[in-house]
């Protein structure tokens, strides 16, 4: 199983600005952090936004925090909500020969639902506890002071 892009950057957000959180965020600023478009990370923020995962400020001073404390934001949550929990195989798409007895898609079921049980296990404050995670993510507002 492989997340999607869309999720991987919005685990990105989550980390930024768990770790910059003296201050309102930018989407430009996390955009040209993590080198991807300033329109492709406003889809992100908004969608976290929607989640209630960050806050969101309009305005010239305008940016975005997090909505909780990062010990709140469960990883297998936030995962299953960008994710969803599409079946890893699609076996009434296409006529299968197999479908009446075959047990794959159980078992598939089982095995993904095994990955966001063990994700579930942490929250986006054991991700950042490392200090070199912390001064990565931490760098971009060091260098405009």
Not at 14 to 28: D, G
Not at 117 to 140: C, G, H, P, R, W
Request: glycine share 4%.
């Amino acid at each position: 199983m492989q997340l999607n892009r869309f999720t991987d950057y919005s685990i990105r957000v989550l980390l930024y600005a768990s770790v910059n959180r003296e201050q309102l965020i930018t989407m430009a600023s996390v955009a040209a952090f993590y080198h991807v478009s300033v329109e492709h990370m406003r889809k992100v923020v908004h969608n976290l936004a929607k989640l209630n995962y960050i806050k969101t400020y309009k305005g010239k001073n305008g940016g975005f925090e997090l909505a909780c404390d990062p010990t709140e934001i469960n990883l297998g949550h936030v995962i299953r909500e960008i994710e969803g929990l599409t079946p890893l195989i699609n076996c009434e798409k296409e006529e299968c020969r197999l479908n009446p007895q075959c047990t794959l898609k159980g078992i598939l079921r089982e095995a993904q639902m095994a990955f966001i049980s063990s994700l579930e296990q942490y929250t986006l404050a054991d991700l950042v506890t490392d200090q070199f995670m912390q001064k990565s993510l931490n760098i971009q507002l060091i260098q405009k002071s």
